[in-house]
């Protein structure tokens, strides 16, 4: 055989150039990824950049926007109904986050020794897996002052027809209580996969070390576990602040007085009830911010009290 015929023989049976394969992959990595990419610039970079325009302009859904500058932003930093959204809706996350977390790490601790595991956790986890809206309509029975609450500490204890979700002094304590029910059964799963990374031989040696049951759960269990509580803590703040499906149908529109008014319902009160869009922008930047200024707060918080290991 020539040298010639060798040569393209060799060229016909060797693989395609590395670059050639780069490129296939390239293109089907982008292929799988236009949905995704697709769907994120459609739903979320196009409409925040449309509100972050917004917030600058007077706008109340028809014509064109009217520039009008930071009035918007003075507007909304002066007005007590914000503040009490803020402050509604940071009790809200204060309250039912250190709970919630606390709450979760103990149920978890417990089911971890137990048998039928598997069963407990599908009952805790069922509310996660239930419509919030179904949910809140529940509670909303519960909580009526001739409601199953109500009735249980009337006879229990004695105490005098409670109306949760009409008093003004009780509808965020109503509403801070469901909030930590319905994500209980979430928190509980993620530790309890936490607590599975815990060597035994860890717990066993501070045991013979003296170390009793409440020693080894402060001092071993809860410092093992501070990265996934830290990470929680994160993820359910800003669910925190976001929180709006409970306060509009559990306590019917932000409940009496604005007692449960939120700044998520603050937003939608201003944009989807008064047409009030350009207000509406500028409140939910003021949430982002807020945000972001909790979880950056988060973040340099976590060099003290979560420990890595290795």
Same mark, same amino acid.
């Given at each position: ?19 050639? *394969? ?8 982008? &292929?799988?990824?236009? !949905? ?17 325009? &917004?917030?600058?302009?007077? *706008? ?33 996350? /204060?309250?039912?986050? !250190? ?5 979760? #790490?103990?149920?978890?601790? @417990? ?6 595991? !598997? ?7 069922? !509310?996660?897996?239930?419509? %919030? ?5 529940? *509670? ?40 930590? *029910?319905?994500? &209980? ?34 001092? /071993?269990?809860?410092? +093992? %576990? ?36 939120? #700044?998520?319902?603050? #937003? ?19 949430? %982002?911010?807020?945000? +972001?200024? #909790?979880?950056? @707060? ?13």
């Amino acid at each position: 055989m020539s040298t010639t015929a060798v040569r393209r023989t060799a060229e016909e049976t060797s693989p395609p150039p590395r670059k050639t *394969w780069r490129a296939k992959d390239r293109r089907w990595g982008m &292929l799988f990824v236009a !949905p995704q990419a697709i769907g994120m610039l459609v739903f979320t970079i196009i409409p925040f950049i449309f509100a972050f325009i &917004l917030a600058f302009t007077e *706008w109340n859904g028809f014509g064109l926007p009217n520039y009008v500058g930071l009035e918007n932003f003075k507007d909304q930093l002066t007005s007590p109904l914000l503040g009490k959204s803020i402050l509604n809706t940071l009790i809200i996350a /204060v309250v039912t986050v !250190p709970i919630g977390l606390f709450l979760s #790490i103990l149920v978890a601790t @417990a089911l971890n020794k137990i048998k039928g595991r !598997p069963f407990y956790m599908v009952l805790f986890f069922a !509310p996660v897996v239930t419509s %919030l809206v179904a949910i809140a309509l529940i *509670w909303q029975q519960i909580l009526r002052p001739d409601g199953v609450l109500s009735d249980f500490l009337s006879r229990t204890f004695g105490l005098p027809t409670i109306d949760w979700l009409g008093d003004p002094r009780l509808a965020l304590a109503a509403v801070c209580m469901v909030t930590i *029910w319905s994500s &209980l059964g979430l928190n509980v799963v993620i530790f309890m996969a936490g607590l599975q990374n815990v060597s035994p031989a860890v717990l066993e040696a501070a045991e013979i070390d003296g170390a009793g049951i409440i020693s080894r759960f402060f001092k /071993v269990i809860l410092p +093992l %576990l501070s990265p996934i509580i830290f990470y929680q803590s994160v993820v359910a703040f800003i669910s925190s602040l976001q929180t709006f499906d409970l306060v509009f149908i559990l306590v019917n529109n932000a409940g009496p007085d604005n007692a449960t008014r939120t #700044i998520v319902y603050h #937003i939608y009160d201003l944009g989807f009830a008064k047409s009030q869009f350009g207000i509406s922008s500028a409140a939910s930047i003021i949430l %982002l911010l807020l945000t +972001l200024l #909790i979880t950056a @707060a988060q973040f340099a918080a976590q060099k003290r009290f979560v420990h890595y290991e290795g």
